[in-house]
């Protein structure tokens, strides 16, 4: 899938841009160098949890580190901490000074349920899970294990924005 190389791609921009090695974000992220390195070769095996938290630390939206816009502009509103100077991409340098994370380096906005989310937006749009089922698959366990807490692949997102015709951050909650 096209916007999952561009990740890979945007990703290594994104630490070039930082100053950054792998081992930086890992640590930053709290997870092993071993998963960072596994992104930018196979990016299919990042988990939604982990592509927020990799934008909240980047100050970008998931459009822009998925590679399905040039333009990286997060919202002000959907990054508690982050004013319009911050969102300019030549803000901080500093990898620790990332605003969107806490002391503990700690995304600071967890997105809505998305179990929940996913339902609102599907309502809005008009599109009912037998829908769901019928033409793309997605059928009734998919939506119980998304509402027991199952984190879901970056791919899943990117299909399930493009079926509901909204970007990631919308479908996610990150955007308004």
Not at 30 to 52: A, C, D, E, M
Not at 78 to 104: L, M, Q
Request: one cysteine or more; proline letters at 5%.
């Amino acid at each position: 899938m096209r916007n999952l190389s561009n990740f890979s791609e945007r990703l290594n921009e994104l630490l070039f841009d930082k100053h950054m090695t792998a081992e930086q974000l890992a640590a930053a992220l709290g997870i092993s160098r071993t998963t960072v390195y596994r992104w930018k070769t196979h990016p299919h095996q990042i988990f939604l949890s982990n592509l927020i938290a990799v934008a909240d630390y980047f100050n970008c939206s998931l459009e822009f580190l998925l590679g399905r816009t040039e333009i990286n502009q997060p919202d002000a509103n959907n990054i508690p901490g982050v004013n319009n100077a911050d969102a300019a991409p030549e803000a901080e340098n500093a990898p620790n000074a990332n605003t969107a994370f806490d002391a503990k380096n700690t995304p600071k906005n967890k997105p809505p349920d998305f179990s929940r989310r996913l339902r609102a937006v599907m309502k809005e749009k008009g599109i009912s899970t037998y829908y769901m089922r019928k033409v793309h698959r997605y059928n009734s366990m998919y939506f119980r294990k998304w509402a027991s807490g199952s984190d879901l692949t970056v791919h899943t997102v990117i299909e399930l924005a493009s079926i509901l015709n909204c970007t990631v951050d919308y479908l996610v909650g990150r955007e308004e």
